[in-house]
């Protein structure tokens, strides 16, 4: 297992999904790097979070209400849907953040930077930005489809009817769970928390489709196609997968358990803080598909035991999937693993 050490190693320990509770105690306990966290629906009312680092992380549909936000940083952060009614935002650093359908009624923007900021569907009056210190490139609206509303149970009566073509529909929050729907298309569609648990969705077409904060729990992803697909902290565990295209998918922060991750082919895909079996990276280089087509990742594994054959669960980081370069044997015959391609490499021998 590979050991991290010095600020980079302590920074790792921080990462991952966190409520809104533990920020606020780590932050009284002196911590001020967040970056790369993941808060989703948590409260965060009147806290004091005075010069904290939230770069790079998910936060989204969370309360900031009355918050005391001065001197943080958000760039490149996920601010979506939450709502910062009366926060302090002096000197904050809202450079590239998505403040998409955000609330920020009342709040104080006085010397903060706001460039190449997503402020579309915000409630905000454009006056508070006269405090700002930088305004520049802001983006007010967004080319969103026009996708018409469909029901789970209006969805399978016309799948048995014989249709197949469901793209670019909105079905946010629809129980799926249990249907047979191979070969349904689903492209470029908003599925936002829906449940696929125990669908067999064998050559079915998920391509730039939003399943974020979905389930596929048990699924049955045979051919099933999901290219560019945004999965962020869906659950995926237990599924089965046998040629299953997740190219450049979004994958972070998902449940990974019980996959064999070399039946898919997931060049290009993000799996940066999702939780897999520790024996995970095991099964992707026994997969043939992995020896013969090169799928495999460049990422390191961090938690759980020294031994690929332990039982336990572990967490993916920095985790862009790129092309191996070496799978051989290692000395005592078991299979050792190096990454290629760019970022941090990690050996692994059994």
Same mark, same amino acid.
């Given at each position: 297992?590979?050991?991290?050490?010095?600020?980079?190693?302590?920074?790792?320990?921080?990462? /991952?999904?966190?409520?809104?509770? #533990?920020?606020?105690?780590?932050?009284?306990?002196?911590?001020?790097?967040?970056?790369?966290?993941?808060?989703?629906?948590?409260?965060?009312?009147?806290?004091?979070?005075?010069?904290?680092?939230?770069?790079?992380?998910?936060?989204?549909?969370?309360?900031?209400?009355?918050?005391?936000?001065?001197?943080?940083?958000?760039?490149?952060?996920?601010?979506?849907?939450?709502?910062?009614?009366?926060?302090?935002?002096?000197?904050?650093?809202?450079?590239?953040?998505?403040?998409?359908?955000?609330?920020?009624?009342?709040?104080?923007?006085?010397?903060?930077?706001?460039?190449?900021?997503?402020?579309?569907?915000?409630?905000?009056?454009?006056?508070?930005?006269?405090?700002?210190?930088?305004?520049?490139?802001?983006?007010?609206?967004?080319?969103?489809?026009?996708?018409?509303?469909?029901?789970?149970?209006?969805?399978?009566? #016309?799948?048995?009817?014989?249709?197949?073509?469901?793209?670019?529909?909105?079905?946010?929050?629809?129980?799926?769970?249990?249907?047979?729907?191979?070969?349904?298309?689903?492209?470029?569609?908003?599925?936002?928390?829906?449940?696929?648990?125990?669908?067999?969705?064998?050559?079915?077409?998920?391509?730039?489709?939003?399943?974020?904060?979905?389930?596929?729990?048990?699924?049955?992803?045979?051919?099933?196609?999901?290219?560019?697909?945004?999965?962020?902290?869906?659950?995926?565990?237990?599924?089965?997968?046998?040629?299953?295209?997740?190219?450049?998918?979004?994958?972070?922060?998902?449940?990974?358990?019980?996959?064999?991750?070399?039946?898919?082919?997931?060049?290009?895909?993000?799996?940066?803080?999702?939780?897999?079996?520790?024996?995970?990276?095991?099964?992707?280089?026994?997969?043939?598909?992995?020896?013969?087509?090169?799928?495999?990742?460049?990422?390191?594994?961090?938690?759980?035991?020294?031994?690929?054959?332990?039982? /336990?669960?572990?967490?993916?980081?920095?985790?862009?999937?790129?092309?191996?370069?070496?799978?051989?044997?290692?000395?005592?015959?078991?299979?050792?693993?190096?990454?290629? /391609?760019?970022?941090?490499?990690?050996?692994?021998?059994?």
């Amino acid at each position: 297992m590979v050991k991290e050490s010095g600020a980079a190693g302590q920074a790792d320990e921080f990462k /991952g999904m966190k409520t809104a509770d #533990e920020v606020i105690e780590l932050y009284k306990l002196g911590r001020r790097d967040f970056r790369f966290v993941a808060v989703v629906t948590s409260n965060f009312n009147g806290a004091d979070l005075t010069g904290a680092d939230f770069s790079h992380s998910t936060i989204f549909l969370c309360n900031f209400n009355n918050c005391n936000l001065s001197s943080c940083k958000f760039e490149h952060s996920d601010l979506s849907d939450c709502t910062f009614v009366n926060a302090e935002f002096y000197n904050a650093d809202l450079t590239s953040t998505n403040m998409y359908g955000s609330n920020l009624m009342g709040a104080k923007l006085g010397s903060a930077i706001f460039v190449k900021t997503i402020l579309a569907g915000c409630k905000i009056e454009k006056e508070q930005l006269d405090e700002a210190a930088e305004v520049e490139d802001i983006v007010w609206e967004v080319d969103k489809k026009q996708r018409t509303k469909m029901s789970a149970s209006d969805i399978y009566a #016309e799948y048995k009817n014989g249709r197949k073509d469901f793209s670019n529909i909105d079905a946010q929050a629809q129980d799926f769970s249990g249907m047979i729907l191979k070969g349904i298309i689903f492209k470029g569609s908003n599925l936002h928390a829906a449940d696929f648990a125990n669908v067999d969705l064998t050559d079915a077409d998920f391509s730039e489709c939003d399943i974020t904060t979905c389930s596929f729990k048990s699924a049955t992803l045979k051919r099933t196609n999901f290219f560019r697909s945004n999965f962020f902290w869906s659950t995926l565990n237990g599924a089965y997968l046998e040629k299953t295209n997740m190219r450049n998918s979004n994958l972070t922060w998902c449940d990974l358990r019980g996959l064999d991750l070399g039946q898919a082919d997931t060049i290009g895909a993000d799996i940066s803080g999702s939780r897999v079996d520790e024996t995970a990276p095991m099964m992707a280089i026994q997969s043939e598909s992995v020896r013969e087509s090169g799928i495999l990742g460049d990422y390191r594994v961090k938690g759980g035991e020294e031994s690929f054959g332990a039982i /336990g669960s572990t967490y993916i980081s920095q985790g862009v999937l790129s092309q191996h370069t070496t799978l051989g044997l290692g000395e005592s015959g078991g299979t050792t693993y190096k990454s290629g /391609g760019s970022g941090e490499k990690a050996y692994r021998k059994r």
